[in-house]
């Protein structure tokens, strides 16, 4: 692995169903997010993580939960999918907060609600 | 509110230039990125500016502003493999990241 994993790389689901986005980095960075980018729109935030079993919201996080058990892994979890939130998916890092905008990204999961 | 506005698309000729402005309205500023995206891509970091002027980087050159909350991403010879979505963000004072919605540019032969 070099930089950041994640899982899966589409899925469809139906609406009600529970989904768990997965994000593994390999660069020991202390800060995670979660970003959801739609069209004609600029990636918008929905949690962050400045250390591992911290976390925290961002400017979209109804309806979706995340846990930082350690450093390396930052999953999302949809608990009951709606079609709204049907989007792309990406999971960053970077190596601190305070020095957040240099951030990695994963290649994104394209998640369709149906 | 905090916005950040960039041009939807643009069109360049294989070999030319191109500038990509960026305008932004934030609460405070701790710096200005961008990054290039191309078609299913992620994002990828290009550019950093905190003081104003211009920094370069090969052909890709950003200049900032901070007095007239401007920006622009200035990219020299293009090349094909230029042509992708080219996203302006802005750390504001919380050093959380406000995006554009991206300059979607299209390189033609």
């Known amino acids: ?114 | 509110g905090q916005n950040i506005d960039q041009p939807t698309e643009m069109t360049a000729t294989e070999g030319a230039i191109v500038q990509i402005n960026c305008t932004y309205q934030t609460s405070g500023f701790n710096g200005l990125f961008w990054y290039q995206q191309h078609a299913g891509e992620a994002p990828t970091f290009l550019s950093y500016n905190v003081l104003d002027g211009l920094e370069e980087k090969g052909r890709f050159s950003s200049f900032l502003s901070r007095s007239k909350g401007y920006s622009y991403l200035l990219l020299k010879e293009l090349q094909m493999k230029d042509s992708a979505s080219y996203l302006c963000a802005v750390r504001d004072s919380n050093y959380q990241l406000i995006w554009g919605a991206g300059t979607k540019l299209i390189i033609k032969p």
Not at chain 1, 38 to 56: K, M, Q, V
Not at chain 1, 71 to 92: I, M, W
Request: charged residues 15%.
């Open chain 1, 1 to 114: 692995i070099a930089g950041i994993t994640q899982a899966p790389t589409s899925q469809i689901l139906a609406a009600g169903r529970r989904m768990t986005l997965r994000c593994t980095q390999d660069m020991r960075h202390n800060a995670m997010y979660w970003y959801r980018q739609d069209l004609g729109l600029g990636l918008r935030l929905i949690h962050y993580s400045n250390t591992a079993g911290t976390t925290g919201k961002g400017e979209v996080p109804d309806g979706y939960s995340v846990s930082r058990a350690n450093t390396d892994d930052f999953p999302l979890t949809l608990a009951s999918a709606v079609p709204s939130q049907t989007s792309v998916y990406f999971c960053a890092s970077s190596d601190s907060a305070e020095g957040m905008g240099k951030l990695f990204f994963g290649s994104g999961t394209q998640l369709s609600v149906l």
